[in-house]
């Protein structure tokens, strides 16, 4: 339905406000279409867990905890939005599960940061992670650097690509010491290692129970 009047954008209820080079109009609100990568289907699996685990594994003074307790999220805006309660729960577990973390019945400790430094280096047929200081267990029940990686490249490409194209390789906690050599979970993740001179892109992403720190990228040239 076309109108004249300020220009809108955006969606309320059922109701998107958009426009063409005809005019201003509304037209009926439409969900994206969210493809079903392999990621997107695990991660789509892991939420139904939550869920279901929250309705049947917790007891009432269990959800009553995560009632009482809030996690502090910003969204793409940088705005802070306080998850509380299911939402916490899920998001704790979401992280532990893709992670291979404890399961926390009730909300754990605040999160230790640990990390000040990451890098990546090459030595022939490995490919090394490193970071400073080694990871300690505190009072924390849980707490592992996460690394992501992109596909081998040419040397001739100078900038990463965007976030679809990164995959989880896998993590690491207090009982490994670095230079941590990931190049076996790379070769299952990707199917091969990279041949000499050819570039990947590594993400380091720390976490503490169930709840997300820093990110650190940095480049490899494959030795």
């Known amino acids: 339905m076309k109108y ?6 955006g969606s309320v209820a ?19 279409d969210e493809t079903a990568t392999a990621a997107r289907t695990a991660t789509w699996a892991q939420m139904a867990l939550g869920a279901a685990s929250w309705s049947n594994d917790l007891v009432d003074v269990e959800r009553a ?23 916490a729960f899920l ?8 992670y291979g973390g404890t399961f926390f019945r ?3 400790p605040l999160p230790e940061w640990q990390v000040m430094s990451f890098g990546v ?13 080694v990871l300690s ?45 990931v190049s076996a979970f790379y070769f299952a993740a990707k199917g091969s290692l990279p041949a000499p001179g050819e570039i990947t892109w590594w993400r380091a992403r720390e976490v503490s129970n169930g ?7 940095a480049r490899m040239v494959m030795a």
Do not use: C, K
């Open 211 to 217: 709840r997300f720190g820093a990110e650190w990228r």
């Open 106 to 108: 009730e909300p754990p």
């Open 121 to 133: 280096s090459s030595v022939t047929g490995q490919m090394l992670m490193d970071w400073s200081p």
């Open 4 to 9: 004249v009047g300020p220009s809108q954008s």
């Open 14 to 32: 059922a109701q998107t406000a958009s426009r063409n080079t005809f005019g201003q109009y509304y037209r009926a609100r439409v969900d994206p």
């Open 137 to 181: 267990s505190g009072t924390s029940l849980d707490h592992r650097l996460v690394f992501y990686a992109t596909a081998a490249v040419g040397s001739g490409v100078t900038r990463p690509p965007g976030r679809s194209y990164w995959q989880l390789i896998t993590s690491a906690d207090g009982a490994i010491t670095p230079p941590y050599d």
């Open 65 to 87: 905890a995560w009632n009482g307790f809030s996690i502090v999220r910003s969204n793409s805006l940088g705005v802070q939005q306080p998850l509380q309660g299911r939402s």
């Open 91 to 98: 998001s704790v577990y979401l992280a532990q599960a893709t």
